[in-house]
C-alpha cells in the first residue's frame, strides 16, 4: 500500500494523490540501491514517516477546526 490507501490522511488537504506519487517516486528507487528490501522498506520508513505525520496530524487538527 502507498498514498492514501497507506497513510489515510483526511480527505480536506488533498493529498492522498500527492503522497502517493511521493511513495512511488521513492520505494524503486529505494529498492534498487540498497542490498536487501529490509534496509529499503527501512529507509523508505524513516525517510516518509516524518513527512507524513505532519500532515495526518494537520488533516486530524482542521477537521476539528
Known sequence: LIGDGAHAISPWLGQGANQAIQ???LLP???AERPSYEDA???FYKTR???VKRLVTAGDALGRF
Do not use: A, M, R, T
Open 49 to 51: 514517516h516524518p513527512v
Open 41 to 43: 522498506f527501512q529507509e
Open 23 to 25: 511513495d512511488g517516486y
Open 29 to 31: 528507487k529505494l529498492l
